[in-house]
């Protein structure tokens, strides 16, 4: 599921972790606060980033 240590560009990770999300969000909550949490991490960066 670490799908943005595998791809430079991160916009793909976030992109992967939102269909992660919309398909799986009522089943592992665990994985969901991890997934949210990277996708926070995501914008934080792209944010910063500029």
């Given amino acids: 599921m ?3 240590g595998y791809y430079k560009d991160k ?3 976030y992109t ?3 269909k992660y ?3 799986f969000w ?3 909550e665990g994985m ?4 949210r949490n990277r996708i ?3 914008i934080k ?3 910063m980033k500029g």
């Fill in 2 to 4: 670490i799908s943005d």
């Fill in 11 to 13: 916009k793909i990770a």
């Fill in 16 to 18: 992967l972790y939102n």
């Fill in 21 to 23: 999300i919309e398909k």
């Fill in 26 to 28: 009522r089943k592992e």
């Fill in 32 to 35: 969901n606060n991890f997934v």
């Fill in 40 to 42: 926070s991490e995501i």
């Fill in 45 to 47: 960066a792209y944010f």
